[in-house]
Nanobody, 128 residues
Framework: QVQLVESGGGLVQAGGSLRLSCTAS????????MGWFRQAPGKEREFVGV????????LYTDSVKGRCTISRDNAKSTLYLQMNSLKPEDTAVYFC?????????????????????WGRGTQVTVSS
């Protein structure tokens, strides 16, 4: 049974930092590309970033470029999202997700429907 569990969310002031973690079990973590998504109240889930299975390549949405860094520790089956210079518009529930079906294509995917397994999310609230 695949499980992805996010942690590290919380309340932070604008300009602050948070590091989110996503711990995986039930899958060969090092085999799959991993993504971060977020969903704000009343909005659709949106892509934040993705990292390849070996951590060698990343892709970010424009709104977080230069402020966020995705990394992974395959030995610990854990994915990270370091977020700096946080803004109120970053407030959302953050989800990690695993791309299992399309990992062999070599592409980095931004569409949520490509990802097969999801965590339950962790809330990030940025106050102004």
């Amino acid at each position: 049974q695949v499980q992805l569990v996010e942690s590290g969310g919380g309340l932070v002031q604008a300009g602050g930092s948070l590091r989110l973690s996503c711990t995986a079990s039930g899958l060969t973590f090092s085999t799959y590309d991993m993504g971060w998504f977020r969903q704000a109240p009343g909005k659709e889930r949106e892509f934040v970033g993705v990292v390849t299975s070996n951590g060698g390549r990343t892709l970010y949405t424009d709104s977080v470029k230069g402020r966020c860094t995705i990394s992974r520790d395959n030995a610990k089956s854990t994915l990270y999202l370091q977020m700096n210079s946080l803004k109120p518009e970053d407030t959302a529930v953050y989800f990690c997700a695993a791309n299992v079906r399309y990992v062999s294509t070599g592409r980095l995917y931004t569409a949520a429907n490509v990802y097969d397994f999801w965590g339950r999310g962790t809330q990030v609230t940025v106050s102004s």
